[in-house]
Nanobody
Framework: QVQLVESGGGLVQAGGSLRLSCTGS????????VGWYRQAPGKERELVAT???????NYADSVKGRFTISRDNAKNTVYLQMNSLKPEDTAVYYC??????????WGQGTQVTVSS
């Protein structure tokens, strides 16, 4: 079992920045890829960014150049640095971890609200 806890969400003005954190516990040795997803009201959950165990990254086109995903394996934490935030970035952001055994785990989510 893997437990994920997100933090760092909040209210920010357009153009501002936030850094989200996702800290894992439990069978963290089994975690391979980690991703950040978001879900806005009335919309489907969408992929924002992913990072592999080898630190290869992938981003949604809508956040490229503005968001950066990184991981600190010593702290069991994955970060999402979000710069130049826009109102359309408003959503609940979720952390997702995939394990080498093929299971996936979700965190509880953290709210990000960007005011115009």
């Amino acid at each position: 079992q893997v437990q994920l806890v997100e933090s760092g969400g909040g209210l920010v003005q357009a153009g501002g920045s936030l850094r989200l954190s996702c800290t894992g516990s439990g069978s963290i040795f089994s975690i391979s890829d980690v991703g950040w997803y978001r879900q806005a009201p009335g919309k489907e959950r969408e992929l924002v960014a992913t990072i592999t165990r080898g630190r290869s990254t992938n981003y949604a086109d809508s956040v490229k150049g503005r968001f950066t995903i990184s991981r600190d394996n010593a702290k069991n934490t994955v970060y999402l640095q979000m710069n130049s935030l826009k109102p359309e970035d408003t959503a609940v952001y979720y952390c997702n971890a995939a394990t080498v055994f093929g299971r996936r785990y979700w965190g509880q989510g953290t709210q990000v609200t960007v005011s115009s």
